[in-house]
């Protein structure tokens, strides 16, 4: 188990380009969630999916915006048309639902994340 | 909607001293709160996840509470160190979707020697 990788760990683009940023999960985690966090902030949601299904996006995710997760492995996050206030750090998490007799837990294991600079 | 608050921010001790990280949540209806330890620039690791029908969770020197009920947990770290300085994160998700997670903004935590 080599825990939750992200790739790269540092992006730095100008404004109006298009970057995308990918997460490889924990082998057997079913669940993938992005997550954006700026200086000084806790991280926000922006969307997960459980296998390959993508079951919620926050309304922080816009039109520029696109999560996929082909094949319910690993996953891409795409900025398009980049902007000034996309810059933060992109965080990737997984999990496995587990428990029984009506406990349930959902801990999340985070990636080392990938730092967005836009000029 | 699940909102967190982490009590105090920031806080600076010197080493040896036990410490207490409070955390609240407004919406009491939870499955599960996590405990989260993010060191500058870095992602987040998981410490301890407490669920719901749990009262507390134990992991060497640190030791979390829960009580969902007044949707409250704190984080007791004891004998603290040097190497415990980071941002501690508080997270919880919502009973009626178990999935996204909700966060505090964390408290900064310095442990001087």
């Known amino acids: 188990d080599t825990g939750v990788s992200q790739d790269p760990r540092h992006k730095i683009t100008k404004r109006g380009q298009n970057v995308t940023f990918r997460c490889d999960p924990i082998s057997e985690h079913n669940r993938l969630y992005w997550y954006r966090q700026t200086l000084g902030q806790g991280p926000e949601f922006l969307t997960y999916f459980q296998n390959e299904a993508q079951l919620e996006k926050s309304r922080l995710l816009s039109d520029r915006f696109s999560a996929e997760r082909p094949k319910g492995s690993f996953s891409t996050l795409e900025i398009q048309r980049t902007e000034q206030g996309d810059s933060a750090m992109y965080l990737c998490?997984?999990?496995?639902?587990?428990?029984?007799?009506?406990?349930?837990?959902?801990?999340?294991?985070f990636g080392p994340g990938t730092r967005l600079t836009v000029l | 909607k699940q909102e967190v608050t982490q009590i105090p921010a920031a806080l600076s001790v010197p080493e040896g001293e036990n410490l207490v990280l409070n955390c609240s949540f407004t919406d009491s209806a939870i499955y599960n709160l996590q405990w989260f330890r993010q060191d500058p620039g870095k992602g987040l690791t998981s410490l301890l996840l407490?669920?719901?029908?749990?009262r507390e969770q134990t992991s060497g020197r640190l030791n979390a509470s829960l009580d969902k009920s007044s949707g409250r947990s704190t984080l007791y770290i004891a004998a603290s160190q040097p190497g415990d300085s980071a941002t501690y994160l508080c997270?919880?998700?919502?009973?009626?979707?178990?999935?996204?997670?909700?966060f505090g903004r964390g408290t900064q935590l310095t442990v001087w020697p």
């Open positions: 997270a919880v998700d919502r009973g009626s979707t178990l999935g996204r997670l909700y």
């Open positions: 998490a997984s999990s496995s639902i587990r428990g029984g007799q009506g406990i349930t837990y959902n801990e999340q294991f």
């Open positions: 407490i669920q719901s029908s749990q």
